[in-house]
């Protein structure tokens, strides 16, 4: 009997310090009086995430998690991470542009980097800068008009494609739409056209194996094994299928640079320049120069893509609004088939109505930085370590600040209902100098891509709005949504 005592005695004394010892294992610098719920041993609270197996279970579990208080701050324990979730637009807003809070936070980016190496979306400090700046150079506003061109021809090269589908019954348009997205990026920002290293590959298949991967990163992200260390995301599938293509990529435009004496120190002309150039600086290999394009491509294709695709959806099943965004057209172009350029752009109001609507059922759930001192704030306190997990999407479904949070209501965004919201309340580009740069570069993307699609085309779908289930990716992303089109204009050639 007094050796079980004094086995349960040990027991209970190990368990005291490792609760003690909690925040000293997860490297936060104290503890913190923000409410939250008990934290086990080990995996803290990290059961939210048990049966996380894909996308849709990820956004699920999260969501429950994010919903579980009512606070506008609470804590939680991700394994041996100290997580404060932010939730109030106040907080959102004040936090995320807070200088303590500048950096990104490598518990949550891990599984990211293990696929990109280290690109210019998980880069930090000085490093960050290096291509962080070049970049903000090539899609600055006096350039993005030379893409404007470039969006068109790629969205044509797609309706041509798209032909075959009119009257052909639903069928989900992503493939398409994710296809000319990365189309653009490549010749508008990288300078190269038709994606040719994908030549003898099935783009098509390209782009579903992308797809796959990127929802492997996020359910590893969200899976409780990760988050305690008991497993690693493996990306090698990933880098064998893209990174040859790359690399062959990048040595055609070094060669390209050596024979036409190209200045691509002082004056980057494509994103692939400012690549080699960060590359050479820090003497990286062909191989981990090519890891260096892979965050650049996912996250510029990938998330304007799935705002395309949503709307596209979400027009179809509301036919007054598609309605409303082709008479806008129609006043814009008539019944012409023209190209529209950076001016039509401009007039485009409804229609930029409409994409924010849509941005506000697909932004980013959630977004990371790492604390790297104390913060007080309203009598909170935050330890140097933490991480601060700004849960983005629960103050765009809070009927406090949207007359109708839970439709596609574009009116959400007439000047007048704007000027009302907190500005945390809306944020799908982020804030802060972590923040999205391509804000311009997507807008004239989205406008042009959808625009030119519902000129051509008339969408409708079976689908009804409460049916649509999301995925926890870059984006709150839709899965499955099925659409029919039929013919609206004669194409160019008839």
Not at 92 to 104: D, P, R, V, Y
Not at 110 to 128: D, L, P, Q, S, Y
Not at 154 to 165: A, D, F, G, P, T
Not at 267 to 283: H, N
Request: one cysteine or more.
């Amino acid at each position: 009997m007094e050796e079980i005592t004094l086995v349960l005695l040990s027991a209970l004394v190990v368990l005291i310090v490792l609760i003690k010892s909690w925040g000293m294992v997860s490297g936060t610098s104290g503890a913190t009086n923000i409410p939250g719920p008990f934290a086990w041993p080990f995996i803290g609270n990290a059961g939210y995430f048990f049966g996380v197996t894909d996308g849709e279970s990820a956004l699920k579990a999260f969501t429950t998690m994010a919903k579980a208080f009512h606070d506008p701050l609470n804590r939680f324990w991700l394994g041996p991470k100290l997580v404060i979730l932010v939730k109030s637009p106040k907080y959102i807003e004040t936090l995320l542009t807070h200088k303590a809070a500048s950096s990104k936070d490598a518990f949550f980016y891990k599984e990211v980097k293990n696929v990109t190496g280290n690109g210019v979306f998980t880069r930090e400090g000085e490093a960050w800068q290096r291509m962080r700046k070049p970049l903000m150079n090539i899609i600055q506003p006096k350039n993005i008009g030379n893409f404007q061109g470039i969006i068109g021809k790629k969205v044509e090269n797609m309706c041509e494609e798209l032909q075959l589908r009119i009257d052909q019954g639903f069928f989900d348009i992503s493939k398409y739409i994710k296809l000319c997205s990365l189309e653009v990026l490549f010749e508008a920002a990288m300078g190269v056209d038709n994606i040719g290293f994908m030549s003898g590959l099935d783009k098509y298949e390209v782009i579903h194996q992308v797809e796959e991967e990127i929802e492997e990163i996020f359910v590893s992200l969200w899976n409780w094994k990760a988050m305690t260390g008991l497993t690693k995301y493996n990306p090698g599938d990933f880098r064998e299928l893209m990174l040859p293509h790359l690399d062959k990529m990048i040595f055609e435009r070094k060669e390209e640079i050596s024979s036409q004496r190209i200045d691509y120190n002082t004056d980057p002309k494509s994103y692939i320049d400012v690549v080699i150039q960060t590359a050479e600086k820090e003497q990286r290999s062909n191989y981990e120069t090519s890891l260096l394009l892979v965050d650049f491509i996912i996250a510029g294709s990938d998330t304007q893509s799935i705002v395309i695709i949503l709307i596209l959806s979400l027009l179809a099943m509301h036919q007054e609004y598609q309605e409303k965004v082709y008479q806008e057209l129609l006043s814009i172009f008539g019944h012409s088939d023209r190209k529209p350029n950076e001016d039509d752009l401009k007039k485009m109001v409804y229609l930029e109505m409409c994409l924010k609507e849509t941005l506000r059922h697909c932004s980013p759930p959630s977004v990371a930085r790492y604390v790297n001192e104390d913060v007080q704030i309203d009598g909170y306190f935050i330890p140097k370590g933490a991480s601060l997990l700004f849960a983005l999407y629960l103050p765009l479904v809070d009927p406090q600040h949207w007359e109708r949070p839970s439709d596609f209501y574009p009116d959400h965004f007439l000047p007048e209902a704007v000027a009302k919201r907190p500005k945390g309340t809306f944020m799908p580009f982020v804030a802060g100098p972590k923040s999205c740069p391509g804000q311009l570069y997507s807008f004239q993307t989205m406008k042009t891509v959808v625009s030119t699609l519902l000129r051509r085309f008339h969408f409708t779908t079976e689908q009804k709005f409460d049916d649509l289930h999301y995925k926890y990716l870059l984006m709150r992303e839709p899965v499955n949504p099925l659409v029919k089109i039929s013919k609206r204009l004669p194409t160019s050639s008839s």
